[in-house]
């Protein structure tokens, strides 16, 4: 160096250091963050490797890139240095979990995703099926109800069956959890990572429960080293994520008497007047619906309150979460302890949900040989909530819909108003509600629930590369809901006093499971195998008891101990499912791959002549990035092929779904009533499992180390549907299960992610993901063409088409004159103000041949995409994720927001679009009409009026945090500490009008369909710090 420098040591003079950063290779690496660690600035190498920095003698460069080791150099007398960087093989090779074992993730060949624990708790909740939302290509997450403590429900590729369950297996450390069951009861703080097996090769090892995916669950272990103490907390406040808006008190008048007018007018025009007084309607026949009410005769509402329900019934809602672990280990040892605390009040008033859980974890090797391993889950939890599928008696959010604004939820001196809508509308028969408020805080439905599940195993090297292992694991649940009505609140069209009511059920479900299995790995030169074969046992049992009182003569012993008169029921059922599986593992040159499995299972569930099954898969991957004829260059670092093929069951049925079932009943013999058995179900001998199978064609890329893409196309066929199939008359019964049918589900995904980018001083990382999926029925049973059900025959599964296609009128206006409805086709009775629906057959008449399809809730494209960036100590991160193409038919809007039917409130959305021939001549939607509501209206509850835009597009989660100085925590004994603020679901763009666009039943046939399950889903801000001691 030769500088001219004025009174300043040789070693201070900061000079231009020039350098190149190669691989071991020799390849340019590009993006690589060069810092001076005695001067703090950085600078990053260019496409070409090369780079400069500030430097004086005797300053440490540190290097660092993704998929590389960090390496340091001293800064000598030389201006220009050549750094070589050695891959990091832990980066190259990432273990994931795969069915019954471990893999590196370059061998792997199936369509499988993992998301870890920092991902998933960036969104706060009960349970951590809402935090996978948006994350996963090709993985679906409803939230079904915004209800505290309610599950959220996963599809994985389309749902592949019909009248089956369609939930993915759940295997929390190797022990697969019941169908269905809960995922309340485990902490998304102790999950170290989620793995979903998508396609059928990665499926196939779980053989019969393989068919609708597989979402395996690794929880924290403890590590080697001294113990570390970690502490986080949360608190936030949620609302409802988007609203519903009612018309307030003026224009609910105006509504209720266009209705009651035009209801009362149009069953005799040429008769009848609007100005006609109560006396003359009644003298011209009029009934309770055409009459005005009566304390909307006051001029300006005089005495009558402006109550907004929602309002009263919805509040801000406070949430919490404690979280509190100890880990740790030595050398052949290691522990993992932790408590969790979890609060959440509904946005509902009255609604909660209080969780406790534990998750205790030990793993030791006792000797050289032998390894042992403990895992205990347990938890505790008590929800206040309201039964969503009880309609007006007990749900307040559907009460609150036909609870007018005239009246008060309290009265002056604060108590709760009991039976004024019911006692004020009884004359003209409006809506005979009950206070939604009173119904939610007097009615109580508690659930409590208490489970236990975990597993112990043991394993065994038998020699160099064989192992043994047993496994033994279960779950034991316990729920208790009880119930109570007192006599001090009414029904719907029921005031009070009533006739209190009280039920109490319990249960108590057992899982457990044996396994045993055997692995085998041997390298022969550059050829290796791993072998694995097993034998599982698992068998469920559970029994119900419900007791419900009635003749309770004291409110305040709300017990149903108080009752004079029961009515008990009772079941119990159990089933076992036995398993033999195999796996064989085949790699060569570490760039050619080849996999098969094999399972074989018996369930009980199934017909004697069909109580076994077989499940086969196999896959091949080639590293094509390993041969000699690719090109040795920074831009491709990886590509690797996948293809697979493999076959899956769904075993999702009652226990007892082939034999014949029977009920107790009395029967007449000759002058004696003698109690008797009657069969209430269809035997079926060859009743049998559905068979998914699915093939998978696959692209893994990795583009200058940083970049990773992955592509799948898959197409799978189950067939075997189990459909209920008409029989003849004489069987005795209508129907029958049986396997027959086919569905067709296609699609591609495409996934992305960026790690480690530099900007300047910030460091970038993104990640997107892109599904589409289409389902098309293939066949139905007994040469069956199409399944029309649900509310007013909405929905069709026909041949050709996709599950669940909604079906009806399509809607082209609404009728303004006599002349227009004379002029077109119509049904019979039609009105003016009514619709106007399309002769889709141009036959003249307007029948159910004119109904047509209109797009399903299953969407055409799902999507997401996550980003965060860090600077210096602060750190920034959100995701947003959406769907396209989801059409939803929700009751809440088509029978009551938007039905004009002069009954229910209306949402301003319908009132400011209503037609009226004077009030709103240019309106589109059905004139108000409640006493001749006619057929045409009750037809276009189903039609494309009703069919509504469910798209939506959401920023999930938002989060800005802040990590202290090590230096300054260091002081307190702290190794990390973190503070955020976070937002989840802040911004929800859609053009949806109901209450909560992903409510449904569970009734696949009726996809999509809420059936008043209408609690809304919810938006949170979050305050939050992890410590770690």
């Not at 028969?429 to 043991?458: H, M, T, W």
Request: hydrophobic letters at 30%; aromatic letters at 10%.
């Amino acid at each position: 160096m030769s500088i001219d420098v004025v009174n300043q040591p040789i070693d201070q003079i900061k000079e231009k250091i020039t350098g190149i950063i190669t691989d071991s290779k020799g390849l340019f690496i590009a993006g690589a963050t060069i810092k001076n660690k005695e001067t703090s600035k950085t600078t990053i190498s260019d496409y070409e490797g090369k780079f400069d920095i500030e430097a004086s003698i005797g300053d440490i460069l540190e290097i660092s890139c993704i998929s590389y080791i960090t390496t340091s150099i001293t800064v000598s007398d030389k201006n220009t240095v050549s750094i070589i960087l050695q891959e990091d093989s832990k980066v190259l090779d990432e273990v994931v979990v795969i069915g019954y074992g471990k893999q590196s993730k370059t061998k792997v060949m199936g369509a499988s995703v993992q998301i870890k624990t920092d991902e998933l708790n960036k969104v706060a909740g009960a349970n951590f099926a809402q935090q996978l939302s948006g994350k996963m290509a090709g993985v679906q997450v409803n939230e079904t109800s915004g209800q505290p403590g309610s599950s959220s429900k996963i599809i994985i590729r389309g749902t592949g069956t019909l009248t089956a369950g369609s939930n993915p297996l759940i295997v929390v450390d190797g022990v697969p959890l019941s169908e269905g069951t809960t995922l309340n009861s485990i902490n998304s703080y102790d999950i170290e990572s989620i793995n979903v097996l998508k396609d059928a090769a990665s499926a196939a090892i779980y053989g019969s429960r393989g068919a609708n995916g597989v979402i395996l669950v690794s929880t924290k272990k403890g590590k080697k080293g001294a113990p570390t103490i970690s502490l986080d907390y949360y608190t936030g406040i949620q609302r409802q994520a988007s609203r519903v808006e009612l018309v307030n008190a003026n224009q609910a008048a105006q509504f209720f008497n266009e209705a009651r007018d035009w209801g009362y007018v149009s069953k005799k025009p040429t008769t009848r007047s609007e100005s006609d007084d109560e006396a003359t309607r009644i003298a011209k026949g009029a009934g309770k619906r055409e009459l005005r009410l009566n304390y909307l005769k006051n001029p300006g509402l005089s005495g009558l309150a402006n109550t907004n329900w929602m309002d009263e019934v919805f509040r801000d809602a406070l949430m919490k979460n404690y979280s509190l672990g100890i880990s740790g280990g030595n050398e052949k040892s290691n522990y993992y302890i932790s408590t969790n605390y979890f609060k959440q009040q509904g946005i509902v008033i009255e609604t909660d949900y209080e969780r406790y859980t534990s998750s205790i974890r030990f793993n030791t090797e006792l000797s050289d040989k032998f390894k042992f391993g403990i895992s205990l889950n347990p938890s505790y939890s008590v929800q206040n909530k309201y039964d969503q599928d009880d309609g007006f008696n007990t749900n307040p959010v559907l009460s609150l819909i036909i609870s007018y604004p005239f009246f008060s939820p309290y009265t002056k001196d604060g108590s709760l108003a009991i039976g004024d809508q019911l006692a004020a509308n009884a004359p003209q028969d409006g809506a005979l509600a009950e206070n939604p408020v009173a119904i939610i805080k007097l009615n109580s439905n508690v659930e409590r629930y208490f489970r236990l599940f975990g597993n112990a195993f043991v394993t065994y090297d038998i020699s160099d590369g064989l192992q043994f292992k047993t496994l033994f694991g279960g779950d034991y649940r316990n729920p208790l809901k009880q119930f109570y009505s007192p006599s001090s609140v009414g029904y719907y069209r029921m005031p009070a006093p009533k006739a209190p009511i009280a039920s109490e059920t319990v249960a108590i479900a057992k899982n457990i499971i044996t396994e045993n299995t055997l692995n085998y790995t041997k390298n022969f030169g550059e050829h290796q195998i791993e072998l694995l074969a097993g034998y599982t046992y698992q068998r469920e049992e559970g029994t119900s008891s419900d007791i419900t009182g009635t003749g309770i003569s004291d409110d305040n012993l709300p017990n149903i101990a108080g009752a004079s008169a029961y009515k008990v029921s009772s079941s119990k059922e159990a089933w076992v499912l036995i398993s033999y599986l195999g796996r064989a593992q085949y790699f060569y040159k570490q760039k050619y791959q080849l996999t098969g499995t094999l399972r074989r299972d018996g369930s009980s569930r199934f017909g004697s002549n069909s109580k076994w099954g077989l499940f086969p898969s196999i896959a091949a991957g080639w590293i094509v990035s390993k041969e000699t004829f690719f090109p040795e260059t920074t831009i491709f670092t990886f590509a690797k092929i996948r293809a697979s093929w493999g076959k899956t069951g769904n075993n999702q049925i009652g226990s007892y779904g082939s034999i014949a079932l029977v009920n107790s009943q009395n029967y007449v013999y000759g002058n004696d009533l003698s109690p008797g058995f009657t069969t209430t179900s269809s035997p079926n001998p060859d009743l049998s499992w559905e068979n998914r199978a699915s093939t998978n064609l696959g692209l893994d890329l990795t583009i200058y180390r940083k970049f990773n893409f992955t592509a799948d196309f898959y197409r799978s066929i189950t067939s075997d549907l189990l459909l209920n199939v008409p029989v003849p008359q004489q069987s005795g019964f209508t129907t029958s299960t049986q396997n027959t049918g086919e569905l067709k589900n296609s699609g591609i995904e495409i996934s992305f992610e960026g790690n480690g980018i530099n900007l300047g001083q910030v460091k970038w990382n993104f990640g997107g993901n892109i599904t589409t999926n289409k389902s098309e029925v293939l066949k139905l049973g007994n040469n069956q063409n199409e399944i029309i059900t649900g509310y007013q025959g909405s929905y069709r599964t026909k041949v050709g088409g996709p599950i669940a296609e909604l079906y009806g009128y399509n809607i082209l206006g609404v009728y303004k004159t006599n002349e227009q409805i004379a002029a077109t086709p119509h049904i019979p009775g039609t009105l003016t103000g009514d619709y106007i629906m399309e002769d889709s057959n141009n036959d003249g008449i307007i029948d159910n041949k004119d109904k047509k399809g209109f797009g399903s809730y299953a969407p055409k494209i799902t999507y997401g995409f996550n980003s965060s960036f860090a600077y210096k100590d602060f750190e920034l991160s959100f995701s947003i994720n959406g769907i396209q193409g989801r059409k939803k038919l929700a009751k809440e809007t088509a029978v009551f927001l938007e039905s004009g039917e002069g009954f229910s409130m209306p949402s301003t959305y319908y009132f400011k679009n209503r037609y009226h021939p004077v009030n709103n001549p240019n309106g589109f939607l059905g004139q108000p009409n409640t006493g001749n509501f006619s057929s045409n209206r009750q037809a276009a509850r189903g039609s494309s009026n009703t069919f509504t835009n469910a798209d939506y597009i959401r920023l999930r989660d938002i989060q800005i945090a802040y990590n202290l100085p090590k230096t300054a925590i260091k002081k307190i004994g702290l190794t990390k500490a973190r503070i955020y603020l976070s937002g989840n679901n802040l911004i929800n763009i859609t053009k949806y009008r109901g209450f909560n666009s992903e409510a449904e039943t569970d009734n696949i046939l009726e996809m999509g369909f809420n059936n008043n399950r209408i609690y809304p889903n919810t938006k949170s801000v979050i305050f939050g710090i992890n410590l770690t001691f």
